[in-house]
């Protein structure tokens, strides 16, 4: 006889005491946990689930999430929504969130891809009263049709996931069966089919490990489903035993969980009450544990662990030594308690471990510790140590934060087999030597292995561990034959040997640096193809990474599609993994380097002369000679140097020898000679002053500076000058895009207030400054003494007046003169003749 037994290795490495189908727990409002195999646990954040109370969820063998569902719904392994699985678009199942256990998912041996999910209705006593009919009311505790039910008791039904369908949407599986009814009440008792089941469910393996046993209560009767290779068989296995459970008191007699032991010997049920009395609380519940045969699915000697309770939850530990209850507060009992499995008196060892002032669901997680779900919290409590006994057991309140998730009644149920007995596989991949382990705490004489590949079993030997190397790849259902004092007991393990992808060569990846930086963004993907080669990328997946030490490990993957780098050239790691057991992988690796590109700078503005035929230069300077470059305007020009004539955009792209490209963008403005509009001259006055009114042409947008007298300038913004000398002066108006230059003739007038005819060539005449043959021709000037006698009729073309009247020299004195200008001015006043 040999007993392993180890509890060194159980603290150190507690998680090979479980299998990984149930490490992944979905739950409440939009909780979730994940179960790491050092026995931590870790909090999920993508949870789409809402539910008060019935969930489950299922993994693969390595732990990875494949669905979840809350009764009605079905959630892949991202959280989309099952097309044929969604309540809200009528496709939902026949379970129900605020039954106590509103589903259980079971795989099906042989076909990995194959899962039923069990599901429970809330046998309402509203939808009772009005069968066969819809109930289409609103509920004496609150809801309606269809929000918050279908108005119909659905009682106890199955639908079949396949993960080999892509939903619609995406999803990874879908619903192939939906709601295949099984019958668990009496179809001739019109009470009966008013509610059809419970709200309890649990499933363990049968004694071979060949199947499972998915068993559920109804008033007095255990009905027990055998699920094999075959399907589901509808025939159940029924035990007809006490207590009975009355309907006149449901639905809340209905209310409680049921639960098996992961040894397969037990089964314990909590009947959250007894009562006489529909829809109405009655404080008279119980507790009841079981003896379990797994070869049969028969039920017997029922061992009532409490009376006049509310239980809802139960749970055993991993080595199905303690029962644990969770209950309501009533006649002096509640909180959370252990039962000892091994004492002669199970209900009398009754232990109070937490004195909580609400039940919820038990359920023992993959590390061995027991889980219990908190009404309208972000935490559960935990049990840490549940085979020892009373405080030891370590009860801690609120240990595990949910947040942001958060608990209410429920947590998911497994087969309970997945706590027990198990085998663990390593090294998966194909030319492995796949090592075998037997998780056992039970006394056991030997054990028998047989593979699944159709070579023979091995002889029995007292060892725990088994190596077998496979010749192809594929799914093995191995089978440990375990010997105990002449009886033969069976478990099983579904095993993947996968094919390990060839990481094929992969050449280097240059992508145009438009900065030259030396950084830019690569898409990695585009060397995928090459990698993968003639390998499935259904079936592969490739992965880079930074370092070789990430590719082996699988972490940190790159941004492979916009992945920047850090140094140019970089190496980067490649890894191809089959995506059915990532473990089975090659790595490879190719360099990536970013290229120089043309050198351009940001739009470049220029200037159409419209005033000049011959147009504007554009010239393309890309920081190279022109002979490594290639040019393509937007003219379809493609020399590096144009010429235009239209103002607009154009645009250069400059192509390096690397094939590198970048394009230089020009903005070409229209400008042209200001337009005089006019030129205001005010004069006679001691400060001239001239103000030019002047634009650009209609389409220009620009702007000019202003000179007198000078072509070369100075120049100045200002269209306005003054103290301005009398005479002839020229205006210059330049446009500032050097579009050239407009000028225009001005004359400013004044009136010489004295002259000398002395005949020294000085002021020997008098005459109106600034008129002459081009400015005021037509002008009158008359010259007056000061008795009103005329004495000149001065030609404004002329030279002026010599101071003779008549041929004879007036004297020195003053003299009066109006002049009347072609513009229509009379001007007026006096002068004086000096002699």
């Not at 060194?8 to 090979?16: A, D, G, M, Q, V």
């Not at 379809?636 to 390096?656: C, F, L």
Request: net charge negative; aromatic share 10%; charged share 15%.
């Amino acid at each position: 006889m040999k007993k392993i037994t180890c509890l060194f290795l159980f603290f150190i490495s507690i998680n090979l005491f479980a299998q990984k189908e149930a490490s992944n727990w979905f739950f409440g409002i939009n909780a979730g946990i994940h179960f790491q195999d050092d026995g931590s646990v870790n909090v999920l954040t993508n949870s789409a689930i809402q539910t008060n109370e019935g969930c489950s969820s299922i993994s693969d063998s390595s732990g990875n999430l494949l669905f979840y569902t809350d009764g009605r719904n079905v959630w892949d392994r991202n959280s989309i929504l099952m097309p044929n699985g969604n309540y809200a678009e009528g496709t939902g199942l026949m379970g129900d969130p605020s039954s106590s256990q509103s589903a259980i998912i079971i795989p099906k041996m042989g076909d990995a891809n194959i899962y039923y999910i069990f599901t429970v209705d809330e046998p309402h006593h509203d939808n009772a009263a009005a069968y066969p009919e819809q109930f289409a009311g609103t509920y004496t505790d609150g809801g309606t049709v269809p929000a918050d039910d279908d108005g119909f008791n659905n009682g106890f039904n199955y639908s079949v996931v396949d993960l080999s369908i892509t939903g619609e949407n995406g999803s990874i599986g879908d619903i192939s069966s939906r709601n295949n009814h099984l019958v668990t009440y009496d179809p001739a008792n019109l009470e009966e089919l008013r509610y059809k089941c419970s709200e309890k469910v649990t499933a363990l393996k049968n004694n071979t490990g060949t199947g499972y046993w998915v068993i559920t209560h109804f008033i007095d009767k255990f009905y027990a489903f055998s699920v094999t290779e075959a399907g589901v068989n509808a025939t159940p296995v029924v035990t007809q035993i006490s207590p009975v459970v009355s309907l006149s008191g449901y639905r809340r007699n209905s209310i409680g969980c049921l639960k098996a032991s992961p040894n397969g010997k037990k089964i314990a049920v909590a009947h959250n009450q007894l009562g006489t009395q529909t829809g109405i609380i009655e404080e008279n519940g119980t507790a009841v544990l079981y003896d379990l045969d797994n070869a049969t699915g028969i039920i017997s000697n029922p061992l009532v662990i409490s009376q006049n309770t509310v239980p809802y939850g139960v749970e055993f530990s991993q080595k199905s030594r303690k029962l644990y209850i969770s209950y309501d507060p009533a006649n002096g009992i509640n909180g959370v308690h252990q039962y000892n499995l091994l004492s002669a008196d199970i209900p009398a060892s009754d232990v109070l471990v937490a004195n909580t002032s609400q039940s919820g669901t038990l359920q023992l997680g993959p590390n061995g510790k027991i889980y219990k779900a908190v009404v309208s919290s972000s935490n559960l409590d935990v049990i840490n140590n549940p085979e020892e006994d009373g405080a030891l057991c370590s009860y801690g309140v609120n240990q595990l934060s949910l947040n942001p998730g958060k608990s209410y009644f429920g947590l998911p149920p497994f087969i309970t087999s997945y706590f027990s007995v198990s085998i663990v596989a390593k090294k998966l991949c194909l030319n492995d030597v796949t090592e075998f382990t037997l998780n056992i705490d039970e006394e056991f004489n030997s054990v028998a292995w047989d593979f699944g590949d159709g070579t023979p079993m091995t002889a029995p030997f007292t060892g725990t561990t088994a190596t077998h190397q496979y010749a192809s790849a594929g799914t093995y259902t191995v089978v440990a034959k375990i010997t105990h004092q002449g009886e033969t007991s069976y478990v099983n393990s579904t095993v993947t040997i996968a094919l390990v992808p060839v990481a094929n060569a992969a050449t280097a990846i240059t992508t145009c640096d438009p900065d030259n930086d030396g950084i830019t963004v690569f898409d990695l993907t585009q060397n995928t193809p090459m990698i993968l080669g003639a390998q499935s990328s259904t079936l592969n997946s490739v992965k880079y990474f930074g370092s070789q030490l990430d590719a082996e490990t699988n972490a940190g993957a790159l941004n492979a599609q916009a992945y920047t780098n850090h140094t140019t050239p970089e190496t980067i790691y490649v890894r191809i993994q089959n995506n059915a057991s990532p473990e089975c992988y090659q790595t490879t690796s190719f360099t990536i380097q970013a290229l120089r590109s043309p050198v351009v700078k940001g739009i470049q503005e220029v200037i159409i002369c419209r005033n000049d035929p011959t147009g504007t230069t554009l010239t393309a300077v890309s920081g190279l000679s022109s002979a490594q470059h290639t040019y393509l305007w937007n003219t379809g020009e493609t020399t590096n140097t144009i010429r235009i004539h239209s103002p607009g955009t154009y645009k250069v792209t400059i192509t390096n020898e690397a094939g590198c490209s970048n394009d230089q963008t020009y903005l070409a403005k229209p400008s042209d000679l200001a337009v005089i509009e006019d030129i205001i001259v005010s004069d006679f006055r001691d400060n001239n002053t001239v103000t030019v009114i002047a634009g650009p042409p209609a389409g220009v947008s620009t702007s000019y500076v202003y000179g007198l007298d000078n072509p070369n300038g100075p120049y100045g913004e200002s269209n306005f000058f003054e103290n301005v000398s009398p005479g002839i002066h020229t205006i210059y108006i330049s446009d500032v895009s050097g579009c050239g230059i407009v000028s225009k003739e001005i004359t400013v007038l004044t009136v010489p207030k004295f002259f000398t005819p002395n005949q020294d060539g000085v002021n020997d005449t008098w005459n109106i400054i600034g008129v002459n043959t081009f400015f005021y021709p037509n002008s009158k000037i008359y010259v007056f003494d000061r008795y009103g006698q005329l004495l000149a009729d001065i030609d404004p073309k002329g030279i002026g007046w010599d101071g003779n009247y008549h041929g004879r020299r007036l004297p020195a004195d003053d003299y009066w003169y109006v002049v009347a200008l072609d513009d229509g001015r009379t001007i007026k006043g006096h002068f004086s003749l000096l002699r």
